[in-house]
């Protein structure tokens, strides 16, 4: 033990007398290590992120798309056709499916006294509010009746009532989308951005036979596609079963040809999701653990330096009795001193770097606490490492040689 604690003051004193060096050495473990902590955080709080936009989307959504079919093998048949009456009948014969809605949408211009604005008008049902877990700031839903009698009513979301009204309650006012007014009944509660890009907040939305009627004219019943929701998340692989045999039977699609519509989980949105980030956390850890590895090839280039310098040094030690033993752990635990300084220093920017980047970003961002052990961890394993070779060779120098060095 005796031994041990002289070589780590033997250590430090070297340390201390080559602050310059030192400090050097120890910055590029610093910067890999703050790298490590940052990007395991960055890397947490972004897959954390875009899977609370994907459970955003609903519960046990399942969206069921058109798709080309083939005819000949060769030539296309076109898109396929989704209706209204494709969803009534999911919701009918498909037992593992609790709501359907139908979804029809556009780019239009709506104006509201002297004011307008270029937004995203939808056509949708009732069912669409609580598959999508969209509600009301203020106002009320249209009702039944509405749908039916294609009424001139819609709902807007926060973007657009602010543009069209400002700070005034649009609630019960008239605005004009195409050439029909129409009655504001409610506002939409803020809800941001989607996981494909839409600003869910500048929108309207308005029974979908009042769309077809006045805003964009499509064939009877026709809708660009429809949004299912499955009676729980163990089910909703079999709802997606259930729909597409539905939609077979509908559109007589025999059984040994593919399907003309495609079929889309919220679970394989997350899945998708998962693997995208995991790549993402990988590639950056790698581009960090670099950042690590060239720290480390820093302290052993610095440690073969100051090898170099204190060959007299090495040999008088020698002469008056220290073994290979005391010189390799004297310049090892140079090196892992080094390196563990660096370390510690490393995780508190990584540490303050996280939180800034938490609050620029708005995300509720933390370093993870195994981040820190592990960084904590390599950065020591990195002064062993790369530490071994100067002090192998310190070690193993002819006292006699040494000495005549000048």
């Known amino acids: 033990m ?11 004193g070297a340390i201390a007398r080559n602050k310059t060096r030192a400090a050097l ?15 395991t955080a960055l890397g947490s709080a972004a897959s954390a992120q875009v899977a609370g936009q994907i459970d955003s989307i609903g519960t046990n959504v399942l969206f069921v798309f058109p798709q080309p079919t083939q005819t000949s ?19 009918r014969e498909a037992v593992s499916v609790n709501a359907v809605a139908a979804y029809l949408q556009t780019m239009g211009q709506v104006v509201a006294g002297e004011k307008n604005a270029q937004t995203q008008i939808i056509g949708t049902n009732l069912a669409y509010f609580p598959i999508r877990k969209f509600k009301l700031e203020s ?27 400002g700070t005034e309650d649009p609630v019960g006012q008239t605005i004009r989308i195409g050439r029909a007014p129409h009655r504001v009944l409610g506002v939409l509660t803020k809800r941001g951005t989607s996981p494909f890009g839409e600003d869910e907040d500048d929108r309207i939305l308005m029974p979908i036979g009042s769309f077809r009627a006045r805003v964009m004219k499509t064939a009877p019943g026709r809708a660009d596609y429809l949004i299912a929701q499955a009676t729980s998340d163990q089910t909703t692989d079999r ?81 008056i009795g220290a073994r290979e033993g005391d010189i390799l752990t004297q310049f090892l635990i140079e090196a892992v001193a080094l390196s563990l300084l660096g370390g510690l220093l490393g995780m508190l920017a990584g540490v303050g770097l996280t939180l800034g980047l938490g609050r620029a970003l708005d995300w509720p961002m933390a370093p993870s606490p195994v981040a820190l052990l592990i960084a904590m961890g390599t950065s020591g394993a990195i002064g062993v490492v790369f530490g071994y070779l100067p002090a192998r060779r310190a070690a193993r120098m002819d006292p006699i040689d040494a000495l005549r060095t000048d």
């Open 139 to 165: 106002g009320e839903l249209w009702t039944e009746a509405d749908e039916t009698l294609k009424t001139k009513v819609c709902i807007i979301g926060a973007v657009v009532a602010e543009r069209l009204f």
């Open 73 to 91: 093998g060769v030539r296309s048949k076109g898109i396929g056709r989704i209706t209204e009456a494709d969803g009534r009948a999911i919701l």
């Open 239 to 319: 709802a997606a079963k259930q729909i597409d045999a539905v939609m077979r039977q509908r559109h007589r699609i025999p059984p040994d040809r593919d399907s003309d519509v495609d079929i889309r989980t919220q679970a394989e949105f997350r899945e998708k999701q998962e693997q995208i980030s995991s790549v993402l956390r990988t590639l950056l850890l790698g581009v960090a653990c670099v950042s690590l590895v060239v720290g480390g090839i820093g302290v052993m280039n610095i440690m073969l330096v100051s090898v170099a310098e204190r060959t007299r040094e090495i040999g008088i030690r020698m002469s």
């Open 2 to 12: 005796t031994l041990l604690l002289n070589a780590v003051r033997l250590a430090l």
């Open 25 to 39: 050495t120890v910055l590029g473990i610093l910067i890999g290590v703050a790298a490590v902590v940052s990007v």
